[in-house]
């Protein structure tokens, strides 16, 4: 498949150190191929997302348009650790940091995978004011990132 769209990386900044049958809030999302221990964070992000009046069309349309979300290996050289690629058919899919997320903490796991659904679900840029959507990752708190996305998506971008 050809990408027509935008590829987002998010990146990791060397020094600074941070740049079956499953329905969420009664969307069925279990066509999403994604890896198991993302579901939960997943399911975290959408059912915030359905909580907003602007966005909430978005959280459908994503539904049914997330193909998949799968880790990748960008190799040694490279500071990528997740991308959000929308490809001409409608569909898009995430790719993940194989060796960063499994080696990383629950909440910068949970920060990049809602970064990456940000991009893909609701066509989210990267932000200057908000860590969350900033394009290197920073160390968040579980509450700053409640903070952040809620704020994203009462008020769009
Ligand atoms: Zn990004």
Redo the contacts with the bound molecule.
Sequence with gaps: MKIFKRA???FLLLGIGACGTNKVAGISTSHIDMPLEMREDFSYFMDVCMESPKFRGHCHYAARTLDRIEYLDYGPESHVIGTCYRYSAGMQNITISSSYYKSTSEENKRSLLV?ELL?CVIGAP?LNDTKLMS?WQHYMTMEEIDDDLKLILSRGF
């Design positions: 987002f990386g998010l970064h991009h990267h394009p």
